[in-house]
């Protein structure tokens, strides 16, 4: 290899590499973890569960605990494929192993989601650096470079190995859950703006329509709980690690949600859930009324951390994605490249940066062609048009990873099986329905246009790839030389 290439090396089909695996299989049980918890669960009830109170309402408890239930059921569900297949591309290596059709449609449906989340979510993190920067630093600097600034530090942190990057998850999502529960127990403890009640809990307060909308953002609360699979083959026992992971990160993830929507719901009061819904700042206003200023200024901190950590999360995963598709011979050779020292994949990460880039430009942009366009206002709507979009792509997977995954509960039909398989699969289309029913209007129709266009480009490219590389889809089938008799692996 030339001294050019010192540092970065090939592992696709044409380099002689089909085979070659990304890590040594270091990373434990808490490496997979971190990179699950990475769903952002301060990032998500600070940005997130106010959408569920946009549809949901007062019921907004409600639609979150339907929605964790069914990602209980999805996390099961991921469990049974990851006892059986390990890969860098999670979803891809999941699914060729059934129909390697399938696995190229689904990866190019999944990781468009993820990477539209990412993008997305690099526009609301730059602006989290802005105005953080502004508020108590007095340094100005427009929200665009605070992206640019953000995305350096993600990637270089994705770059420099992915034990670095979990550990740095970890540590970000523990020390940024600190604040919130004390702001929840605070509210709870008070009783919020009129008393404790369980008519939170009551699903009739709010139209079906309604709830079901609530429930696409509540299952949007969790996207990522199943990043960890994309580490397969850099960890030691992944039959173990990533089924603990993913199912003990919703558990976890679904109390804190649930306790932190709560505590919001009765805090600014049943009858003003409009006044939460459109508060983007909502845990600062809480914290602001209920505690102190100290505490919005940790929250503003730990909000910061956590979403680091989401970004680094979706980074890793979508890199990685693009990583083992380009390795099978199935995207263009330089995305199969990963850096030679650190073994990461600097072509996925490099695709992931650019993507950001460019939709951090259009963002900029469109915003120049509105008189009265602030910059939160529109980082902000372009967030949400992207969350959405990433939530409908990744919420069909769902369904067709649960559906797909009927074969696996035959081997074994105990009934408590069906029952899980049968939430798995509704609660993904319960989301989906919710947001298109009734169709919502401009500029958020764009999200359904866009997610329907995404599906078209990843069944185009499924379609053609028989013709194009017909080796590489009849390989698809194959196990990994690392991965041994999977398919005897015994189901739980």
């Known amino acids: 290899m030339s001294s050019a290439k010192s540092a970065e090396s090939d592992l696709s089909p044409e380099a002689g590499g089909t085979q070659g695996r990304l890590g040594t299989g270091a990373l434990t049980t ?56 390990q ?31 990412d993008s997305g979510g690099f526009l609301v993190l730059g602006l989290l650096v802005s105005q953080t920067l502004g508020q108590y630093l007095n340094l100005n600097i427009p929200w665009w470079l605070g992206t640019i600034i953000m995305l350096a530090i993600v990637f270089a942190i994705n770059h420099f190995g992915i034990k670095l990057t979990t550990r740095v998850q970890l540590a970000l999502t523990s020390l940024s859950v600190i604040p919130l529960l004390i702001l929840a127990v ?42 960890s699979a994309s580490l397969g083959e850099e960890t030691a ?31 600014y009061g049943l009858a003003n859930t409009s006044k939460w819904a459109s508060d983007s700042l909502a845990l600062d206003t809480m914290a602001n009324r209920y505690v ?62 650019i993507v950001a880039l460019i939709i951090l430009v259009v963002t900029a942009l469109s915003q120049l062609h509105v008189a009265d366009a602030t910059a939160q206002g529109n980082v902000f709507t372009q967030f949400g048009i992207m969350s959405t979009i990433g939530s ?12 797909v995954a009927i074969r696996f509960v035959r081997e074994a039909p105990i009934w408590w099986r069906w029952i899980v398989l049968a ?30 266009a995404c599906v078209v480009v990843a069944g185009v490219w499924a379609f053609l790839m028989p013709s194009l590389r017909p080796a590489a889809v009849q390989k698809a089938r194959e196990p990994y030389a690392w991965e041994g008799d999977t398919e005897s692996t015994a189901l739980y």
Request: glycine residues 10%.
């Open 87 to 117: 890969g860098a591309g999670a979803i891809y290596d999941y699914l060729r192993r059934t129909n390697p059709i399938l696995g190229i449609f689904g990866a190019g449906i999944y990781f468009l989601g993820a990477l539209t989340l």
């Open 186 to 227: 605070a509210i709870i403890v008070q009783g919020g703006a009129a008393g404790n009640t369980l008519q939170a809990f009551n699903p009739g307060a709010v139209p079906a329509s309604g709830l079901f909308g609530g429930i696409l953002f509540a299952i949007l609360l969790f996207v990522g709980f199943e990043t």
């Open 30 to 85: 808490w490496d997979c973890i971190a990179q699950s918890l990475a769903i952002g669960p301060i990032f998500s009830a600070a940005f997130v569960a106010f959408l569920i109170a946009g549809t949901a309402a007062s019921a907004a408890p409600v639609a979150e605990i339907i929605g964790a239930v069914g990602v209980l059921a999805l996390g099961y569900v991921i469990s049974l494929y990851a006892r059986r297949y």
């Open 237 to 267: 026992n992944p039959q173990r690690s990533i089924p603990r992971a993913v199912i003990g990160t919703v558990a976890l993830a679904a109390v804190f949600f649930l306790l932190m929507i709560y505590a919001c719901d009765i805090g």
């Open 423 to 452: 939430i798995a699969i509704v609660t993904p289309v319960l989301g989906i329905y919710g947001s298109v029913v009734p169709f919502p209007p401009f500029p958020n129709s764009l999200a359904v246009y866009v997610a329907v």
């Open 392 to 403: 409908l792509l990744i919420e069909l997977i769902y369904i067709v990873l649960a559906v």
């Open 292 to 353: 102190g200023k100290w505490l919005a200024v940790l929250i503003d901190i730990a909000v910061f951390l956590d979403a680091t950590a989401v970004m680094s999360a979706f980074m890793a995963t979508t890199a990685r994605g693009f990583f083992a598709i380009a390795r099978a011979g199935l995207l263009p050779r330089p995305l199969a490249t990963v850096s030679k020292r650190h073994n990461t994949p600097l072509g996925g990460n490099l695709s992931v940066a």
